[in-house]
């Protein structure tokens, strides 16, 4: 293959390097008009009642909207996927809030107004009555009898309730020869995309047509969503997806705000956008990995782990449509990762409290489960003397045990777990590493090394959802000229997979590159699809890109056969042109081919061969089970990438400051296609695990107030603070895609939260560290090392 | 988001802006950078009535040597101070502050006597100004005084400036032959407000050292003991800086408090 596999430039890089993309806010229709969204000041409130008559009169107004109208006019945004298979519970959740609101910034009113000062300026005269009740902030407390109660009707704040025990862990743990117990907590993030949410929709009554332009991850069901929301035909509804500027999984379940401009636009005929500023993104644009994870662990003398308990306890926040909660789910299915552990009791509660919902974010809860994990493994380790990656190498599964099924209904489709260990000690060296961090300790300096695995289920599929399903539709498109269109239902936050698609295509073709447009975003042009989420645009649009060209390709081999002469089989596609494998000069052009296809379609080349150069396919994945009755068990995630990281860190032992020096990372997401965007992904995830494994936190008083809506109290990583990469990796194929891809989208992000714990620890080795809290903040390790220092004097 | 409606002047004569201030007083804020006053505006934490823009004014963004002083205008930017050569010259910690804050477009666009005026307490410029015991210049339409930078800085956003006056110069006398000058920052990310912040000026049988970032306002520890035979600090700093962190309060009192200390060590040994 001549484009697969290489590191070809990104397709649309010039065009935002340059500034010259086309954003949300950018779109600019005739007569546009601009909501803008009061928020709930309270955690937890009743509203009594809105009183909207003197924003109604404030100059620019055009119209006010409350709750009562949405709720008189249409339906609830759907869920994203069917709660109930997965032992959760379900809410209503509108565009904005009927009668209660349950988090800070939950939307309960609107202004539409000629412009956006008037829009805001207007909030100021809305008068909402609120009771404001006792909010629940504590998950725990939450938990306990008498607490309030952020969904009433529920009878408790339990969201999801889930246990399942293989084995015998009693026994295990009355058997074993050593035990360890402890707690870590992983801290409540968020996604922080350069451009925050926004939409825009504009009504066409005479066609009718409501064209709807969004920053989201996926135009087709964002479409059906609207649709069912507004009661409209789903014939009537254009989704325009135009550039977007960073998604991180924020983007991708339907928000309140979406429908509520979508009905505005209808409501006044008049378009109507909404940018989102970022405060609101901060209080409302979806949290993530707020969990606390109690474990026990059995092992034999030699760090054979034999049984393992755990409590998973997730702060989900208010249950909504955002698709957050599932993450709680996915860490605990994703556990106990890389580990055979024959005896496993785990039990998970995602709890209901009154703060901002969870949302799709990336890792989407594995990054939480290889965290916890890999904290077990290195107590393990302390506890034992078995030095930290040899108890890895006694525990991991082998790479003789795939398809893995797990305690969970997880079937791990293939790897090799140990294989990526030894390629990254071989390259870090850890022997080398010593003598550097001996030398440099004499002069005061602490370096540590840290190891961490990090496992990325991808390719989410969850039953009976119109969003998250294991396959996506792709049109490859010969033109009569022999260019080439290529009509994905996958969608590019910004990520680059459209090259990855561009690569595929002139591969499969034996076309040029430069040939070949690819066209995302859009569900007037593309064929069904279900865009971007789980790193699953190359594993299923790729997939589907490849079927589609490949069908293109057979067709004309059939026709350039007859041009030829020569059979089907003896021909070959490369560099545009067809030949006949043995004999080179026996060739036609794919531009000929398609003259035959489209202007000669009774010509003596196309007897009985259907006109037009096109097809489309949409790719399912195997290796997904929905049927527990038939199948017995469930499994979401086809495809299981995985890392073995290392990194060196410099402490500041008087300060606490940690500087990360070296991040080495050998990752396993089966053939990559292009091993450049490849790698710029993983910079992007492993920077994202960085920050909020040292800097970031979403923090909440104890009246469910958020204290963190400003990159002022939200430090993310700048460039300064990103380490030299140094990404090695390793291929297994997936045995069920085409082409052995298993996607990269979400992979580093997980791997820095235990890596730097562990680095932490290896820097002082004196203290003894044991670090269970993220995020590793200056002042939390400073505190850290001043305990143990107390300890140990 | 802006979104109430306010007044907008724009004073190209000094005299100008000190008459729109003595009518407007408290409903008024004057817009420097806007580094730190287009944040509060967009988040609502001041809602001033009027805007007074100081980016018309000649003449403010000088710097200029004036005999044994140095005299700059209060809307010289951070970046000119950063990349001036006089300026690195003869106060290399002012230049070194200049350098680390923010990012490249807060740089440009960010002055000296905004962040002054505005007195954040972990604002780099406030720990140089009282370590070189700068002098401000502040007029208003009634007259002109100059204040102290160690007198100046009262809590935490808090000065001795009235409603009605306006920084105009900072005037900073030359150091002492053969003196020696450092900055220190301690920020969690690059550009980010610094936790801790110290600067240092030794010469003239005197070393001056002023903490930033854990007090509500700098406060300034100055000896004529000699170091510590170890090249170390005199012993009496260490007691200075405890006394001055004594009543520090919250969660993280102890930290700031020990990064008090840390950042007067290593201000300090960045002089030897």
């Not at chain 1, 950018?26 to 409130?45: E, K, Q």
């Not at chain 1, 862990?169 to 020869?177: I, L, N």
């Not at chain 1, 070949?516 to 859009?522: E, H, L, N, P, T």
């Amino acid at each position: 293959m001549k484009y697969v596999g290489q590191s070809v430039g990104g397709l649309r890089d010039s065009q935002l390097v340059a500034g010259k993309g086309t954003f949300v806010d950018d779109i600019m229709p005739p007569g546009l008009t601009h909501l803008a969204v009061l928020r709930s000041p309270y955690a937890h409130a009743r509203i009594r009642s809105i009183d909207t008559s003197r924003a109604e009169k404030a100059p620019g107004v055009l119209y006010v909207i409350t709750g009562q109208e949405i709720k008189d006019n249409t339906n609830p945004i759907p869920e994203n996927y069917d709660p109930i298979p997965m032992g959760a519970k379900r809410v209503y959740w509108y565009a904005l809030c009927i009668d209660r609101a349950r988090y800070v910034g939950e939307a309960v009113a609107g202004v539409v107004a000629e412009d956006r000062h008037s829009a805001y300026e207007a909030l100021k005269l809305i008068e909402v009555d609120y009771e404001q009740l006792q909010p629940v902030t504590d998950p725990e407390e939450a938990l306990k009898p008498g607490s309030p109660l952020v969904e009433p009707a529920w009878g408790d704040n339990v969201f999801i309730s889930r246990d399942f025990i293989v084995g015998n862990p009693d026994q295990a743990f009355a058997e074993a020869e050593g035990t360890v117990k402890g707690v870590v907590q992983s801290n409540r993030i968020t996604g922080t995309p350069i451009e925050p949410r926004g939409c825009l929709a504009s009504f066409d009554p005479y066609e009718p047509m409501l064209t709807f332009w969004g920053s989201t991850q996926d135009p087709h069901p964002l479409r059906v969503f609207l649709a069912e929301i507004l009661r409209v035909p789903e014939n009537t509804v254009h989704v325009i997806q135009p550039n977007v500027g960073g998604g991180f999984g924020l983007k991708q379940p339907t928000f309140q705000e979406e429908p509520l401009v979508a009905y505005l636009a209808i409501k006044l005929g008049r378009p109507v956008k909404w940018i989102e500023e970022r405060y609101e993104n901060f209080q409302t644009g979806g949290h993530a990995r707020d969990t606390r994870f109690y474990y026990e662990a059995a092992f034999k003398k030699d760090g054979t782990v034999t049984g393992l308990k755990l409590r998973v306890i997730a702060d989900i926040g208010a249950p909504s449509g955002l698709c957050g909660w599932g993450m709680s789910f996915v860490t605990w299915y994703t556990l106990p990762t890389f580990y055979k552990v024959p005896n496993v009791e785990m039990r998970l509660r995602s709890v209901a409290t009154n703060k901002c919902p969870w949302n799709s974010y990336r890792g989407y809860g594995k990054d939480a489960a290889s965290f916890v994990m890999e904290r077990v493994m290195d107590h393990i380790s302390k506890a034992t003397g078995v030095e930290r990656t040899a108890i890895r190498f006694n525990n991991f599964l082998q790479p003789d045990a795939f398809p893995c099924p797990r305690p969970s209904g997880a079937i791990l489709d293939s790897g090799n777990y140990p294989g990526a260990l030894r390629k990254l000690l071989d390259h870090v060296k850890p022997d080398e590493f010593a003598r550097e961090q001996e030398s440099e300790r004499k002069k005061g300096r602490y370096l540590g090394l840290g190891i961490s695995m990090e496992m990325t289920p991808e390719g989410a599929s969850m039953p009976g959802s119109v969003i998250v399903g294991g396959y996506d539709g792709t049109t490859v498109r010969v033109t009569p000229s022999g260019d080439v269109m290529v009509l994905t239902g996958v969608t590019s936050p910004g990520s680059g997979n459209e090259t990855a698609m561009a690569q595929i295509a002139a591969d499969a073709l034996g076309c040029e590159i430069s040939r070949v447009r690819v066209i995302q975003g859009d569900t007037d042009k593309c064929p069904w699809g279900l865009g971007n989420y789980s790193s699953r645009s190359v594993i299923m649009g790729g997939s589907a890109t490849h079927q589609a060209a490949t069908a293109v390709r057979e067709k004309m081999f059939d026709i350039a056969s007859r041009m030829l002469r020569a059979f089907p089989e003896e021909l070959v596609a490369e560099g545009g042109r067809i030949f006949v494998a043995k004999d080179g000069e026996r060739a036609v052009t794919i531009d000929a081919v398609a003259r035959q296809a489209y202007r000669h379609p009774h010509g003596e080349h196309m007897e009985e061969i259907e006109p037009a150069l096109e097809a489309t396919r949409h790719f399912r994945i195997s290796n997904v089970y929905h049927q527990p009755e038939k199948q017995g068990r469930f499994s979401s995630y086809p495809t299981w990438p995985y890392a073995a990281v290392a990194c060196v860190v410099e402490v500041d032992r008087q300060t606490g400051f940690v500087k990360v020096l070296r991040y080495c990372i050998v990752h396993d997401s089966g053939k990559i296609i292009n091993p450049l965007l490849a790698d710029a992904n993983l910079h992007g995830g492993i920077t994202q695990g960085i920050g909020s494994a040292l800097y970031e936190q979403i923090v909440y008083d104890e009246f469910g107030q958020i204290r963190t809506s400003t990159f002022m109290d939200y430090s993310i990583p700048t460039a300064v603070e990103v380490p030299k990469f140094e990404l090695l990796h390793q291929e297994t194929p997936s045995p069920f895609t085409p082409l052995g891809t298993k996607g990269v989208g979400e992979s580093g992000v997980g791997g820095p939260l235990n890596a730097l714990c562990s680095a932490i620890e290896n820097a002082l080795p004196d203290l003894q560290l044991h670090l269970t809290k993220l995020p590793l903040k200056p002042n939390a390790v400073w505190a850290a090392i001043q305990q143990a220092e107390g300890a140990r004097s | 988001m802006i979104s109430q409606e306010l007044e907008y002047l724009a004073p190209v004569q000094l005299s100008e802006a000190l008459a729109a201030l003595d009518r407007y007083g408290d409903k008024a804020k004057l817009l420097a950078g806007g580094m730190s006053l287009m944040p509060m505006m967009n988040l609502a934490l001041v809602e001033p009535e009027v805007i007074i823009s100081l980016n018309h004014l000649a003449g403010l963004d000088q710097i200029q040597e004036d005999g044994a002083v140095y005299r700059l205008g209060a809307m010289v930017r951070h970046h000119q101070l950063a990349e001036s050569e006089a300026i690195r010259r003869h106060f290399p910690l002012l230049a070194d502050a200049a350098a680390g804050i923010g990012d490249v477009q807060v740089r440009h666009r960010g002055t000296l006597g905004g962040s002054i005026a505005h007195a954040d307490p972990a604002a780099d410029y406030l720990t140089v100004m009282v370590a070189l015991g700068a002098r401000f210049k502040v007029e208003s339409a009634g007259g002109k005084r100059t204040i102290e930078a160690g007198d100046f800085f009262l809590d935490i956003m808090t000065t001795k400036l009235e409603a009605s006056e306006l920084l105009v110069e900072v005037e900073i006398p030359k150091l002492p032959a053969g003196a020696r000058s450092a900055y220190l920052r301690l920020a969690t990310v690059e550009g980010s407000f610094p936790l801790a912040n110290a600067a240092a000026v030794q010469g003239g049988g005197s070393t001056r050292i002023a903490v930033g970032g854990v007090t509500p306002k700098p406060f300034l520890v100055s000896t004529t003991s000699a170091n510590s035979p170890d090249g170390g600090l005199p012993d009496d700093v260490p007691q200075a800086v405890a006394a001055a962190c004594r009543d520090i309060a919250g969660p993280d009192a102890d930290y700031r408090r020990a990064l008090a200390q840390v950042c007067v060590q290593r201000v300090v040994a960045r002089l030897m």
